[in-house]
């Protein structure tokens, strides 16, 4: 479903976590780069949706890049709050909330979308990714709720 918008984007990875393993250990997102992130859990063999997110925030025109912590994607994803959870950092609430749930797996996919021939902001390629899903489905992934 999303292939044609993040096909540009080729610096870009994943990686999978399990509640007994280290978030900061396990995530490869940069520290010094911005861009769009997608969450799934894996059940069955099939990946199914639960958050599409973002790191990099837009003032007066120009990117800005996390700093504090890991810095960059990396440290939003582990460090950062996740809007259901509370203000809790992710690398704690993300294995309690898998526990609650029952996810024995999510699998991370991560592109940069600002970097060299491409900049677009990641707020940007966030709200079109979730468009496209809330036009699909007519809701949007469940830890968006």
């Not at 063999?45 to 800005?64: C, D, H, M, P, T």
């Not at 021939?117 to 949007?140: I, S």
């Amino acid at each position: 479903m999303f292939e044609l918008v993040l096909a540009k984007y080729t610096l870009k990875g994943t990686f999978t976590f399990r509640p007994h393993e280290s978030l900061r250990d396990k995530c490869n997102a940069p520290s010094n780069q911005s861009g769009v992130y997608l969450i799934y859990q894996i059940l069955n063999g099939k990946e199914i949706l639960l958050y599409i997110g973002s790191s990099g925030r837009k003032i007066n025109g120009l990117l800005v890049h996390r700093k504090t912590g890991l810095g960059g994607m990396k440290d939003r994803l582990v460090n950062g709050y996740h809007p259901k959870f509370g203000r809790i950092p992710r690398h704690t609430s993300f294995p309690e909330q898998m526990k609650m749930q029952n996810i024995a797996e999510l699998k991370f996919y991560w592109w940069v979308t600002y970097k060299d021939d491409h900049v677009d902001f990641p707020t940007d390629v966030e709200d079109m990714l979730a468009g496209l899903y809330f036009a699909k489905y007519n809701c949007l992934p469940e830890w968006h709720a």
